[in-house]
């Protein structure tokens, strides 16, 4: 079979009913490089009884945005909304604007364009920031997901500054903890006009918790917000697990370095199985090879399940495998399929 | 001082925050009535670690969607659609309807009618369902809170057929658990223009994990209804949570006991004291007295905190004590105060 015929659209990585209904010979436990999620997790702390009996606490919640608010360096002046994560963030702001023009700067995550059209929004996917003169939503993932790509403040602050009374710069910088001098944050205050999402799963290994943040300098537009999400916005135990992990900058630094061993082993790798790392983050490696599909149904049989595009076939994505143990199954299937 | 000048208005109960502003000096550790949340929590099982690190699973999503269904005993062909708490669906539900004339049946429950008016809906609070006949939308709450009235199947099945053809009553059952005959979940089948909205965290004693959902035979508004909360729209620990609780049908069946139980103590305590309970669930009480504002500084500055409604000042809401250390606190109180 050539081509990802008989594989259904992929909309997201991390799906491992789909991964075995399209390869149901695998070799299990599935090795799932799908995601750009970092395989070591924060460890979870001890949760109080409290954390899953009552309401989420409003003083609690206050405080974590206060946490995310250093965590991300953010200026003076910010605001911070916490969202049970940023998917849900990005499905929330587009109903906080009048419909209109929104582009979205791609190929990028998938989930930025639905959104926008969902709340009745007109929107263009475009190659690059220069081309988003007409729009009064402008939409950039820094460093982009899935190719790395990433954009300077200095044009950010440009193409802030080019847009209209109504307009807004939306910044999703999920990865940006892995980067973090990448980040806006701290230039939010000349620039009401811009609004950073931060995903709080993926550099912490905690997808499940479901957290994340929007930052902006723009208070109505922050009260907007928070009004969508309502008096719970996230559960106790993300509030809990949230304030310990982003509060934990030794933690974090330490593992800044521990991604950038793994991502710089999983290069050597992928280059000695021949396969071309063009870009990406610590968290996840973009390759473009003329055989990506036959590779990726290659090392899907030997339950290594890596993300595809099928509207870009000479592409894939790796994530970082976890254990020493999923580390020496990705060898071994390079090895054998290279 | 005589009326509740000095308080904050009151949204939800629970904020004990807001509690110790009022009354600084009070006795710790709150007794906390406020909330029609059960004090005897469902324990919360081990939890894997791939819960909190790994994206929440379709298919867990599509199994406790499913034990849902069979908890509360939803006819065949019954959508539920999974949220982050009863509060989330609340707010996104008025997305999915054309602005129109809503009318709420009150004074019940305060996040609906905002909800509705923040979506560009036209909303009016009428005392009963005869009211409602102009409207598109109708909400109820059955059993209603805070005083406990309730409506029968065949009245809701009326009220459901004289909607329009772009009509939704809206059930919310977020205290039907202990009284699982007034649902009409096993009627909805036959009346596709209802849905209802049923809360995980109150019965099971689990308000901070944020689980709730909605049902309904119209599968085009369900999916709508699905695409506004996204791919993940609970945790992986609620899934988890909610799939063990929900099951288990001996512990729902012992703690409907045990509420009923607790609940004649507390109406005994209260009628010793001379308040008058003129309504409730086995979650709560709702009592009326000439002095309730009097009733709720001094149990409040005995650390003891119950719902007040400064729109309606002769009425006060008893939630259920939990230990019992709380329920002597409740006893001395009551008789000192009396």
């Known amino acids: 079979m050539t081509g990802y015929a008989g594989i259904s659209p992929v909309f997201h990585g991390g799906d491992l009913g789909l991964a075995s209904r399209t390869f149901p010979q695998a070799c299990l436990p599935w090795v799932d490089l799908s995601t750009g999620i970092n395989p070591v997790s924060y460890p979870i702390p001890r949760l109080a009884p409290a954390v899953w009996a009552r309401l989420p606490d409003a ?18 002046g910010t605001q911070v909304v916490t969202g049970p994560g940023s998917q849900a963030l990005i499905q929330r702001i587009p109903w906080l604007l009048p419909p209109g ?14 959104a926008w059209t969902a709340a009745g929004h007109s929107v263009t996917v475009v190659s690059s920031l220069a081309q988003c003169r007409d729009a009064a939503v402008v939409v950039v993932t820094n460093p982009n997901n899935p190719d790395g790509r990433s954009l300077s403040a200095a044009t950010l602050a440009e193409a802030e500054a080019r847009l209209g009374p109504q307009g ?114 610590p968290l ?46 990705l060898a071994a299937a390079l090895d054998s399929c290279a």
Not at 59 to 76: G, H
Not at 101 to 114: L, N
């Open 59 to 76: 003083d609690a919640l206050d405080a974590l945005e206060k946490t995310a608010a250093s965590a991300y360096r953010a200026a003076a």
């Open 284 to 329: 996840f490696r973009f390759v473009a090879d003329d055989a990506a599909e036959r590779w990726y149904r290659r090392l899907g049989k030997r339950g290594i399940i890596v993300r595809c595009f099928p509207e870009e076939p000479r592409h894939l994505r790796f994530g970082l495998p976890g254990p020493e143990p999923e580390w020496e199954r």
């Open 101 to 114: 023009r929104v582009a979205v700067v791609g190929p990028t995550y998938g989930g930025h364009a639905p």
């Open 168 to 281: 807004l710069l939306v910044i999703d910088e999920a990865f940006a903890d892995v980067m973090p001098d990448i980040s806006f944050a701290d230039r939010l205050a000349e620039h009401p006009h811009a609004l950073i999402l931060r995903s709080f799963g993926k550099f912490f290994g905690l997808a499940g918790v479901r957290l994340g943040f929007a930052l902006t300098a723009d208070a109505a537009l922050a009260a907007r917000l928070r009004d969508q999400l309502g008096a719970w916005p996230v559960s106790g135990a993300a509030i809990a697990i949230g304030q310990a992990a982003l509060a934990d900058a030794d933690w974090q630094a330490a593992m800044r370095l521990e991604l950038a061993a793994a991502c710089g082993r999983l290069d050597d790798w992928l280059a000695r199985a021949g396969l071309a790392v063009i870009g990406g983050t």
